[in-house]
């Protein structure tokens, strides 16, 4: 079972969550992925040794000037406009550059090669509790965080990492980035089921609205959590049941639990409750995805 816990914004909550739900069920194998890779913090929270590296590169082409005849059919065959052609001088910028090789396999002249530039690194180790942990961190300045979650999701699984990988019982939990761009696309891609966190603020309520029409477009089972629950006017649940959605778990404001988590506490531990609620709420997850409820 793979859980994508996710939000169309930054500070709904959503580690808490994550790494909530990752402790609540630590009597299965768990596997936990930090996908926010341009600004992982789920590590704060659940404090993993990390023992395992691995460098990840990004192909980007380099022209032979020699052989290049300033054709310019690599500028034209270039989808992200990493690559110009002006004056009959071949400029790349690898910053925009998706790394996908058309330019290289499509140059006339075989002018074009390949270097690794680096994107970022990967990283892994368990916790005193026996999850198993991954993330991956981008490199500053990088502007494409899909590829290195690509990788992560496929590192991770790899059985010296997490030897529980193709037990009917492991729980893979995916701490999704803010919004609803690519590498939150990347983050839900392959995910059995998307845990929405939300908050009943307009703002959250807007957010609420992009997410699921990603997941809608994905065809993704869904739940919603509500944090920092209060009085409002209702206008949350109203978008949940009109988008057959199901409100899977509620979390009130309070001040105490919104200090601690701040100070790197996790939600089980505040308040140990939780632990019994997230446990309910993953049998409950388990149901809507053998049911294959949709919204
Ligand atoms: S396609 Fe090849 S030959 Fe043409 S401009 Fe690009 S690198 Fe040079
Ligand atoms: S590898 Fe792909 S993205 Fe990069 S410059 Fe070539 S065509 Fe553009």
Redesign the pocket.
Known sequence: MRIAVASGKGGTGKTTIATGLALALEDRPVLFLDCDVEAPNAHLILRPELIWRQQVDRPVPV?NQT?????????EICRYHA?A?MSGK?LVFPELCHGCGS?VA????A??SEYGRPLGVLEAGSTKTGITFARGVLEIGELSASPIIRQLKKWAVRTELFPHALSPEAVEIRDAPPGTSCPVVETLRGADFALLVSEPTPFGLHDLRLIVELVHEMNLPAGVIINRDMANDGALERFCVEANLPVLMRIPLERDIGQALAAGQPLTAVRPAYGMALRNLFEHIQLLEARGIRT
């Open positions: 022209v052989r290049c005849t300033g054709c310019g059919h690599c500028a690559i052609v071949v330019c499509n140059c006339p002249e002018a074009l």
